[in-house]
């Protein structure tokens, strides 16, 4: 009877059975950027490591332990053997939690998302830091980095504490990030990517600070096909500034060129950057995204 | 050219409530807020689609253009404008519709009749009347019926229209055109409308004083119908029935003539008519009681006129003439003993004479009192013409007599001795005498010798001079004056011949003098009618072919059937041009009457669609109106 008592549930974010899925799952950035301290990542350069990469031709200080002797004894001629080096690549977490995101659910998908990358760069022994950004000109809300499944909790706990809140701008929050962050690796953004600022600087200094931009966007299904019937007073959740509309085809189809516009835009600046984007419904499940979407676009593997 | 205009320009002041409009639009306009995620998207697409669109003011401000359409729409429908119809207005404009019997008759197989046809266009006009027009309906068949008055009342139109029904009867159209012109004395107009399929006199005797549109039905398909029927004794003292086929003028084919006595079918004839020709036929009716006959036609083919498939006849019962004749007068008693069917008193071997008789001749005042619907004076002047005539005894000889008088038909009366001189009074002549209703037959050298008055109570004949006293019972024609003045008297008994039933009026019906009766039409509407004193019930309409029942408390006394119509009516014959006095002459009119066409309800409904557009586009289409 022990037996078929149910696993506690180790987090509001995510179920067990999708933990447990994630588990056997690891993040597959489109570049391989790591830091050099050493961790489980093969790093492009030449290590230490037990793994056998390639020759080559012996130079004046190499180090002669890693003389290949045998061949030196057939060709009478030295080689260096060369072995990849393994090096930790850092996972950061950048979730939205402007009260833009807290519409029809958009943070309710964008904090198991989030979560899941946690997890998955946990598990496979990577440092994983998180931040959330909710007031403009304030500091984000920052979990430092960690590393090891004893971290879990730490960061189910500082992602489950996120609210939505504040009028933050994206573009800021990147570079409040990157004010604390040190490493390379990847930059995972939760957001809706609704700002008046230019994103493009912020990706820019993510590119150069070493972290590559894995964007995914989470719009709300009015946002994706809006309801516009008649005439509306459109009122700004974080800004409370507000705009005129009237129902017109027109101003509708315009808008979805402006939404798709905006999804490309984002999808090459990602794109240039070595990174990748991928827009999502807030009325998408979780266990869709992750193991649907992102594994099918080789987010994960 | 004037294309139109407006009828109640008076309510341009409505334009005025553009203001108000504008004014609690403006007030009015209170957006819906609707808190969204943000406004990045949607303030880059409002500045691209102002820029991009030409009419960004225009549809920013969709719904108040819309609702200014919509009042201007209905305030142009509220002017009333209308799209001129012809070529000039007419105010008031009485409209005449045929109703005889040719106006039922049908085109075509399951087709409409003409009356249907005529009703359908005065209906359009009615639909199409505008406020300031009025029509005046008119039917008629041989009698004018005026059934609205000059009215734009399109309701009550419509209701009078309803009610114009097909009477089996000829029209009479100078009698609805001096109708007509009663009504143009009281409230001018300038044209009358007449539909009709002609079926009338070419020439009318009537003063056009307006303009005539006549309107005339296209012709009607052929038609096949009983145009005459009539029964005579027959020698062996039954009946000849005498039955006429005709068709108009397209109609030919075959068809059956059946014969029916009492509801039973007791003869029938198969016929072939020739187009243009009629077609005769005569059948035996043993006549030993009076019966009631009906002729019923069928046609092989298509008939396009049913009322004229039927005909009744009613066949008195066989009976002797009762004459009296005093035995004073040898010659009339003689040249009675000739003629059949004759019973003469008194008789000659009793004094004995008693009763009702068909006829009475005598040379004594006294007996005039008889009763007796044909009676013949013989040698005295009658009381009421003793003011105009006088008896003298210088003789008379015959000047001239009337000869197509039935009473004189084959009597040759040319150098005739007459020791009696009746004359005229002084100062009396033959105009007085006819005031008192008398018509001279016989005219001698100083006054008339024979004179003829017919009235309710029968022919009554006055011979003002004594036969005894003159050559005529010595000539041929004596018997055979005796002879016709027996055959008026079998007339007037109904024993000679009997004519069917025309429609319009049934004949005069013989009931219990005084009795109050109700008669049943073919449609089972009842009337009541009163007999006088002589139990005669006369002029009761009968304007549908078909079974009249006198019913009294309810019970049936007395069938009488009214189906022959003219003959007019069965050959369908149109005129297309009709001629008036003075040598006017209007043709049908090659142009369909059109009335002023009025736009307000094409305009309400174009003001539905603005309504409707503005609902969908703000209301109901998610997407809005592309």
């Not at chain 2, 009746?422 to 001279?440: S, T, V």
Request: with cysteine; aromatic share 8%; charged share 25%.
């Amino acid at each position: 009877m022990e037996l078929l008592t149910p696993r506690p549930q180790m987090t509001t974010l995510l179920t067990n059975s999708v933990l447990d899925r994630l588990q056997r799952l690891r993040i597959r950035p489109a570049g391989k950027r790591t830091s050099r301290s050493r961790g489980e990542h093969l790093s492009g350069k030449g290590g230490t490591s037990t793994e056998f990469c390639d020759y080559r031709d012996y130079s004046p200080g190499d180090d002669t332990r890693f003389v290949d002797w045998n061949i030196f004894a057939r060709l009478h001629r030295p080689y260096l053997k060369q072995f990849h080096k393994e090096e930790e690549r850092h996972v950061v977490l950048l979730i939205d939690a402007s009260a833009s995101m807290k519409f029809e659910g958009k943070l309710d998908l964008a904090k198991p998302l989030a979560a899941a990358f946690g997890v998955m760069g946990l598990l496979n022994n990577e440092r994983v830091s998180a931040y959330t950004s909710h007031q403009a000109g304030d500091a984000p809300d920052r979990m430092p980095p960690c590393r090891g499944r004893a971290s879990l909790r730490t960061l189910f706990q500082f992602i489950e504490s996120v609210e939505g809140r504040g009028d933050a701008p994206l573009d800021r929050a990147v570079e409040l990030l990157l004010r604390h962050h040190s490493g390379r690796g990847v930059c995972v953004i939760v957001s809706d990517f609704l700002t008046f600022g230019d994103l493009k600087r912020s990706f820019n200094m993510l590119f150069a600070a070493g972290l590559e931009p894995m964007g995914i966007q989470i719009l709300s299904p009015q946002e994706i096909e809006p309801d516009v019937t008649s005439d509306l007073r459109l009122v700004d959740s974080e800004t409370q500034e507000t705009l005129d509309v009237s129902s017109s085809a027109d101003l509708l189809n315009l808008y979805q060129e402006y939404r798709q516009g905006l999804e490309n835009d984002l999808a090459l600046l990602c794109r240039r950057r070595q990174g990748r984007f991928l827009p999502v419904s807030s009325a998408t499940p979780v266990e869709s995204v992750l193991f649907d979407q992102l594994r099918r676009q080789g987010w994960i593997e | 050219m004037n294309w139109g205009g407006f009828q109640a320009l008076s309510h341009l002041w409505l334009l005025s409530l553009l203001a108000p409009l504008a004014l609690f639009y403006f007030l009015k306009l209170k957006r819906p807020r609707a808190e969204i995620p943000s406004l990045v998207l949607w303030r880059q697409v409002l500045q691209d689609h102002r820029v991009n669109s030409p009419f960004q003011k225009f549809k920013r401000n969709l719904l108040l253009l819309l609702q200014i359409l919509l009042l201007l729409f209905l305030v142009l429908a509220a002017l009333q404008p209308f799209w001129r119809g012809g070529p000039g207005k007419n105010r008031r404009l009485p409209v005449l519709v045929d109703c005889s019997a040719s106006m039922g008759a049908l085109d075509k197989p399951d087709g409409v009749s003409h009356l249907a046809e005529a009703k359908r266009r005065v209906r359009e006009m009615i639909d199409g009347l505008a406020s300031d027009q009025e029509l005046c309906l008119i039917s008629f068949d041989n009698t004018p019926r005026k059934l609205t008055g000059f009215t734009n009342d399109k309701r009550l139109l419509r209701d009078a229209l309803d009610q114009i029904q097909v009477a089996d009867v000829p029209s009479d159209l100078e009698e609805a055109l001096r109708l007509v012109q009663a009504l143009g004395r009281s409230e001018p107009f300038d044209e009358v409308l007449l539909f009709s399929d002609g079926n009338f006199p070419p020439r009318v005797n009537f003063d056009l004083s307006f303009k005539l549109n006549y309107q005339r039905l296209s012709p009607a398909g052929p038609n096949l119908g009983i145009t005459a029927l009539s029964a005579q004794r027959a020698v062996t003292g039954g009946w000849d029935v005498f039955v006429q086929i005709e068709g108009s003028a397209d109609a030919e084919g075959n068809a059956s003539v059946e014969l029916f006595e009492d509801g039973n079918s007791i003869a029938s004839e198969r016929i072939t008519v020739a187009r243009g020709r009629a077609q005769r036929m005569v059948f035996q009716v043993k006549g030993d009681h009076a019966s009631s006959l009906r002729v019923q036609l069928t046609p092989d083919g298509f008939d396009s006129l049913a009322a004229d498939n039927m005909a009744y006849l009613d066949l008195p019962g066989s009976r002797p003439l009762r004459v009296f004749v005093p035995k004073s007068l040898v010659t009339y008693r003689r040249a009675l003993q000739g003629i059949r069917g004759i019973q003469s008193f008194p008789q000659e071997t009793s004094d004995e004479a008693s009763g009702a008789f068909d006829l009475v001749m005598s040379d004594r005042p006294q007996d005039m009192d008889l009763v007796a619907r044909t009676k013949l004076s013989v040698g005295f002047i009658p009381p009421e013409l003793e003011r105009f005539v006088e008896l003298g005894t210088n003789g008379s000889s015959v000047v001239d007599w009337r000869r197509d008088a039935p009473v004189l038909q084959h009597v040759q009366l040319a150098d005739l001795m007459v020791l009696d001189q009746p004359r005229f009074a002084a100062g009396e002549g033959e105009g007085d005498l006819e005031n008192a209703g008398y018509e001279a037959l016989i005219y001698g050298q100083r006054g008339p010798l024979l004179v003829r008055k017919q009235d309710s109570d029968g022919v009554r004949f006055a011979l003002l001079f004594h036969t005894d006293r003159s050559t005529l019972p010595y000539r041929v024609g004596f018997p055979i004056f005796v002879a016709n003045v027996v055959q008026a008297a079998l007339e007037q008994a109904g024993l000679a011949e009997a004519l069917a039933n025309r429609t319009g009026v049934l004949p005069p019906l013989t009931l219990a003098p005084g009795g109050r009766y109700q008669i049943q039409t073919p449609e089972q509407t009842t009337e009541p009618v009163t007999a006088d004193d002589h139990g005669i019930v006369s002029g009761v309409a009968a304007p549908r072919a078909g079974f009249y029942s006198v019913l009294e408390n309810g019970v049936t006394r007395r069938r009488v059937g009214a189906g022959l119509l003219s003959p007019s009516e069965t050959s369908l014959a149109g005129v297309a041009q009709i001629e008036f006095n003075e040598q006017l002459q209007v043709a049908e009119a090659s142009a369909v009457v059109k009335m002023d066409w009025p736009l307000w309800p094409t305009l309400l409904m174009v003001a539905l669609v603005v309504m409707l557009a503005e609902w969908w586009f703000f209301q109901k289409k998610p997407g809005g109106w592309k």
